[in-house]
């Protein structure tokens, strides 16, 4: 069997076996089915033991004991990690992917909402992309209207292609002059910086003001920091394809699709999880299998996911959702692909 948390080639060659087997068909794998798929001549007898070795370390189930075994969840990890065959997509589905994304959308929220669908088409799971949160973006220009008394217009003009207009109340009133000398100062100062970065760095400035006669400093301060940006708003969820996870055969009871339906449509706890993927310190191809995933709910599932980036920043998370008895070999590849083209199609703008 090899050393403490190890498996030998041959228990990793019979895992992969039942693994993609499992995948395939949908129908607990036998010892005789396993030993067909090894890449060694060994009988169905030697199979079995191996099997049997697999289950006691926790890679393999048995449901009833007539009957084949399946993967557990730490076998689709080690067969993610470990075993799985990451071959390009194939010239015809990259090419299918170019094509369908060539013709981009004016809105980034559309082309969010195309790309989700793309990737549910492609891997034949649920489709997710994580929007840019607005602080991500780079700011092209900003501007302030006064709408009626200590109420406040703001215009963020960001890249990626992104409009937003904010509207909040303020201390004390300002009239329209001021508020452009603070929008000139801003647009002057920090274009094309990160909206994150600018309120850090307005924080920092205001601490370090000696004096308090820098008037168009403290009004673009307070107007950028307790007005346009007050609260952090994470990106927008997009989910394509939710109508394909009623054809899959893992969710034939009722009661586990309904609560993971309920858990995409309350998109915070997959926002969450779309999040983590931002945050890890290895920023390619995540996959979340089964019980790591945080929410009980989703537990049934695995996540798929890939940053995207924006001028070599990553800005947002894309990938997709499926059963744990999932085609994780071409799901990795559509996911990477997937992100390498809406990075290249973000950043030429």
């Known amino acids: 069997m090899g050393a403490e948390g190890e498996l030998s080639q041959r228990h990793q060659d019979i895992l992969a076996a039942v693994v993609r087997l499992y995948v395939a068909t949908g129908v607990p794998v036998g010892s005789k089915a396993a030993a067909a798929r090894s890449s060694e001549l060994i009988s169905s007898a030697t199979v079995r033991n191996v099997m049997a070795e697999l289950e006691a370390r926790g890679f393999l189930l048995q449901r009833h004991a007539s009957a084949g075994r399946i993967p557990s969840d730490r076998a689709y990890r080690f067969y993610v990690?470990?075993?799985?065959?990451?071959?390009?997509?194939?010239?015809?589905?990259?090419?299918?992917?170019?094509?369908?994304?060539?013709?981009?959308?004016?809105?980034?929220?559309?082309?969010?909402?195309?790309i989700s669908l793309l990737l549910s088409k492609?891997?034949?799971?649920?489709?997710?992309?994580?929007?840019?949160?607005?602080?991500?973006?780079?700011?092209?220009?900003?501007?302030?209207?006064?709408?009626?008394?200590?109420?406040?217009?703001?215009?963020?003009?960001?890249?990626?292609?992104?409009?937003?207009?904010?509207?909040?109340?303020?201390?004390?009133?300002?009239?329209?002059?001021?508020?452009?000398?603070?929008?000139?100062?801003?647009?002057?100062?920090f274009h094309g910086w990160s909206l994150k970065t600018i309120r850090l760095e307005m924080a920092k400035r205001l601490e370090d003001m000696k004096d308090a006669s820098d008037r168009i400093l403290a009004t673009a301060a307070r107007l950028f920091i307790e007005g346009a940006l007050a609260q952090e708003e994470p990106g927008a969820l997009f989910v394509g394809g939710a109508t394909r996870m009623l054809d899959q055969p893992d969710f034939v009871d009722a009661s586990k699709l309904k609560k993971l339906m309920v858990a995409i449509e309350e998109k915070a706890k997959v926002i969450q999880v779309l999040n983590a993927c931002l945050d890890a310190p290895d920023r390619g191809v995540r996959v979340v299998i089964g019980r790591e995933n945080p929410n009980s709910e989703m537990r049934q599932c695995s996540f798929i996911l890939a940053p995207y980036h924006y001028r070599r920043r990553a800005v947002g998370a894309l990938g997709v959702i499926g059963p744990t008895r999932m085609e994780y070999d071409r799901a990795m590849q559509t996911v990477d692909y997937v992100a390498r083209v809406t990075s290249r199609l973000l950043s030429a703008n």
């Open 81 to 114: 990690d470990r075993l799985a065959h990451l071959t390009k997509l194939g010239a015809a589905t990259e090419q299918f992917i170019e094509d369908s994304l060539s013709a981009e959308p004016a809105q980034i929220e559309d082309l969010m909402e195309k």
């Open 122 to 189: 492609v891997s034949n799971n649920l489709g997710l992309v994580l929007g840019p949160p607005l602080e991500e973006k780079l700011l092209e220009q900003i501007k302030f209207v006064r709408l009626s008394e200590r109420r406040v217009l703001a215009v963020i003009v960001s890249k990626p292609d992104l409009v937003v207009n904010k509207v909040f109340q303020v201390e004390e009133d300002q009239l329209q002059p001021a508020l452009d000398h603070a929008a000139n100062f801003l647009n002057e100062e």
